[in-house]
């Protein structure tokens, strides 16, 4: 099945972020392989509950990364806490300087 999927860690509107992602796509195509991309096949899903929520402004990419980590390997998402964001920061860090992900 071909989607677009939005997690929002922050609770806000999703506002047009769906149809930008959607027209994105497109633009990408077009520009990279100077061809349309029909992305009407495309369903549109928001999840809101069940996605793990942050309380601050400034971790929004760590949990986007974790959140995607666990889709990825098919995991359920939970165990991502606010609480955690020091030992998950720390942790892309070793990923990143050893250009592997660590199990």
């Given at each position: 099945?071909?989607?677009?999927?939005?997690?929002?860690?922050?609770?806000?509107?999703?506002?047009?972020?769906?149809?930008?992602?959607?027209?994105?796509?497109?633009?990408?195509?077009?520009?990279?392989?100077?061809?349309?991309?029909?992305?009407?096949?495309?369903?549109?899903?928001?999840?809101?509950?069940?996605?793990?929520?942050?309380?601050?402004?400034?971790?929004?990419?760590?949990?986007?990364?974790?959140?995607a980590d666990?889709?990825?390997?098919?995991?359920?998402?939970?165990?991502?806490?606010?609480?955690?964001?020091?030992?998950?920061?720390?942790?892309?860090?070793?990923?990143?300087?050893?250009?592997?992900l660590i199990?």
């Amino acid at each position: 099945m071909k989607r677009f999927e939005y997690y929002d860690s922050l609770r806000g509107s999703k506002g047009p972020v769906l149809e930008n992602l959607r027209r994105w796509l497109q633009d990408e195509h077009q520009e990279k392989k100077k061809a349309p991309f029909d992305a009407s096949a495309f369903t549109e899903v928001e999840f809101r509950s069940g996605t793990p929520q942050q309380r601050n402004g400034h971790d929004c990419g760590v949990f986007m990364t974790r959140t995607a980590d666990y889709i990825a390997r098919e995991g359920i998402l939970t165990g991502i806490l606010q609480e955690e964001m020091p030992y998950w920061r720390r942790r892309m860090i070793v990923e990143v300087l050893r250009a592997a992900l660590i199990d």
